[in-house]
C-alpha cells in the first residue's frame, strides 16, 4: 500500500472537496451531488487498478469514498474494526477523529497515511503491520559544502646568521648593563666611576674581539688603543682604589649563555660564541672599510 499522492488521487480529492461544498446547498444541489458523486465512483474505479492486490487498512479506508450509502458505510467500518482492531486498538477513535464515520466520509489521503498504521493483510490471511514507505524529500537537500583546501605553508628555517647575531648583541648589552651596575656602586666621583665604567667595557671588547679571531686594535671598538687602555688602567689602579676590570669586564661567555635562555626556544639552534663572535667580527670589519 502506498500513500504517495499521484494525479488521480489528487482529483478524486478535488471532487471530494466540491462534494463537499454542494451539500452545503442542501436539496436545491441534489442534482448536481448525485452528478458530482458518478463522477467520483468512476475517478475512483479508474484509480483501483494502480492499488497492490495486497489488502491494506490504509487502502480500505480510502475505499470508503466509493459507497454511496450511510448503511454501507456503517457496515464496512463494522468490518473493518472486526478485522483489523486487534492490530489496531484504537482503530474506531482513529476513523471518528478523521471523519470517515460520517456520511459521506471526509477521505484525507494525507490524514489517512500519517495517523493510520500501515496494517496490511498477507496473501496467507495472517495481518502485519508495516514499516510507513518513506516520502521523498519535498526540496532537494543542499550540496554539500565543498572543503576549502588551503596549501601547507612553507617550514621557513630560522636564518642561523640572524640568529647568532641576535644573541651576541642581547649578550653585549647585558654585560654592558651589569658593568654599568658594577661601576655605579663605587665610592669614587661621578667622574672617576665613569672611566672605570670605560676602562672595564673596553675589557669586553677585547674579549669580543679575540673570541673573533681579530684584535682589539684592528676593529676600533673605542677611542683608546689597547697600548693605551692598559697603560690607563695600571695608572688608575696605581693612583686610586683597587678594581679588577679585567675579571669584572670579561663576562661575554656568561651573558651569552643567559641572552640565549633569554630570548626563547628558537634560539636554542644558536652557534656557539666563538661562531657568534666570528660573525660579528666580520660584521664589523666590512663596516669600518
Given amino acids: ?53 495486497i489488502g491494506g487498512l490504509q487502502k480500505e479506508l480510502l475505499d470508503l469514498a466509493a459507497l454511496t450509502t450511510p448503511e454501507g458505510l456503517a457496515a464496512k467500518i463494522a468490518e473493518l474494526n472486526e478485522k483489523y482492531g486487534t492490530k489496531v486498538p484504537n482503530l474506531s477513535s482513529l476513523i471518528s477523529s478523521l471523519g470517515l464515520d460520517s456520511f459521506p466520509p471526509s477521505i484525507n489521503t494525507s490524514d489517512i497515511c500519517d495517523q493510520i498504521p500501515n496494517v496490511e493483510e498477507k496473501p496467507d490471511g495472517t495481518i502485519k503491520e508495516e514499516p510507513k514507505e518513506s516520502k521523498p524529500a519535498e526540496e532537494k537537500p543542499p550540496e554539500p559544502t565543498p572543503e576549502k583546501k588551503t596549501a601547507p605553508k612553507p617550514v621557513i628555517e630560522p636564518d642561523k646568521d640572524e640568529l647568532n647575531l641576535k644573541v651576541i648583541k642581547n649578550a653585549i648589552g647585558l654585560a654592558r648593563g651589569q658593568i654599568r651596575t658594577k ?42 688603543d689597547l697600548a693605551e687602555h692598559q697603560k690607563t688602567k695600571a695608572d688608575f689602579l696605581n693612583t686610586y682604589v683597587y678594581f679588577a676590570f679585567r675579571s669584572e669586564g670579561q663576562i661575554l661567555q656568561l651573558k651569552y649563555t643567559e641572552a640565549k635562555e633569554a630570548l626563547g626556544p628558537e634560539y636554542s639552534d644558536a652557534d656557539d660564541i666563538n661562531a657568534a663572535a666570528k660573525l660579528l667580527v666580520k660584521q664589523r670589519k666590512e663596516r669600518i672599510a
Wanted: aromatic share 8%; hydrophobic share 35%.
Fill in 1 to 53: 500500500m502506498s500513500c504517495s499522492e499521484n494525479s488521480l488521487l489528487k482529483g478524486i480529492k478535488d471532487k471530494q472537496a466540491q462534494l463537499d461544498s454542494l451539500l452545503e446547498g442542501g436539496k436545491a444541489q441534489l442534482s448536481s451531488m448525485s452528478s458530482k458523486l458518478n463522477e467520483l465512483k468512476a475517478d475512483l474505479n479508474s484509480f483501483k487498478p494502480e492499488l497492490p492486490n
Fill in 183 to 224: 661601576t655605579d656602586v663605587l665610592d669614587v666621583s661621578a667622574y672617576l666611576r665613569e672611566r672605570y665604567f670605560e676602562l672595564t667595557e673596553n675589557e669586553l671588547y677585547i674579549q669580543l674581539s679575540e673570541l673573533g679571531g681579530s684584535t682589539f686594535d684592528e676593529l676600533r671598538w673605542r677611542h683608546y
